[in-house]
Antibody, heavy 126, light 107 residues
């Protein structure tokens, strides 16, 4: 079964740090981009970051640049999100998702998230 | 960053109705547009990618259209399991922004 399982969510004080993990199984992890998406309580989805297959390309949304770092260990089929200097507005449910892409001749590939984990909760509060 | 705006924010419909949700991008995203469905307490699920390509396993009553800045998601013959929140997302550039969501409620 193709599966992603997040862990590491917790209650942390403002300014603190947290490391989320996402364990993959059932597919060739090293062949896929992977993304992090978050959802604040009662709010919509916010794309946070993604990372390419070998970890050489990473992209972030502006509010987390310089504070969050996405990384992966293909040998362990695992994705990580190191979150530093956490703020109250980082409080959210965090999902990892397989970022599938379809190549298009002569154009950029299509990316879409076709497998999602169940998520993990991060609460930033004093 | 590309801003995505959905309308309406919510709608009420009955089983069997046809529903249309629109999504507008702040600049052209060509056809790099995805649609997701999310039910309460669950992770999102991709329905449509590349504006009009139906993801494997998704019922054919879901369809997408559009290109450039204006897109639509249509659901024909609305079923009880379709009551959920729907999000568009552009994949033209990073950050891959989402619309604010459209909640489809039972009338």
């Amino acid at each position: 079964e193709v599966q992603l399982v997040e862990s590491g969510g917790d209650l942390v004080q403002p300014g603190g740090s947290l490391r989320l993990s996402c364990a993959a199984s059932g597919f060739s992890f090293s062949s896929y981009w992977i993304a992090w998406v978050r959802q604040a309580p009662g709010e919509g989805l916010e794309w946070v970051a993604n990372i390419n297959q070998d970890g050489s390309e990473k992209n972030y949304v502006d509010p987390v640049k310089g504070r969050f770092t996405v990384s992966r260990d293909n040998a362990k089929s695992s994705l990580y999100l190191q979150m530093n200097n956490l703020r109250a507005d980082d409080t959210a449910f965090y999902y990892c998702a397989r970022d599938r892409f379809k190549a298009v001749a002569g154009a950029r590939p299509y990316h879409y998230m076709d497998v999602w984990g169940r998520g993990t909760t991060v609460t930033v509060s004093s | 960053d590309i801003q995505m705006t959905q309308s309406p924010s919510s709608l009420s419909a009955s089983v069997g109705d046809r529903v249309t949700i629109t999504c507008r991008a702040s600049q052209s995203v060509n056809n790099y547009l995805n649609w997701y469905q999310q039910k309460p307490g669950k992770a999102p699920k991709v329905l449509i990618y590349a504006a009009s390509s139906l993801q494997s396993g998704v019922p054919s009553r879901f369809s997408g259209s559009g290109s450039g800045t204006d897109f639509t998601l249509s659901i024909s013959n609305l079923q009880p399991e379709d009551f959920a929140t729907y999000y568009c997302q552009q994949s033209y550039s990073t950050p891959r922004t989402f619309g604010q969501g459209t909640e489809v409620e039972i009338k």
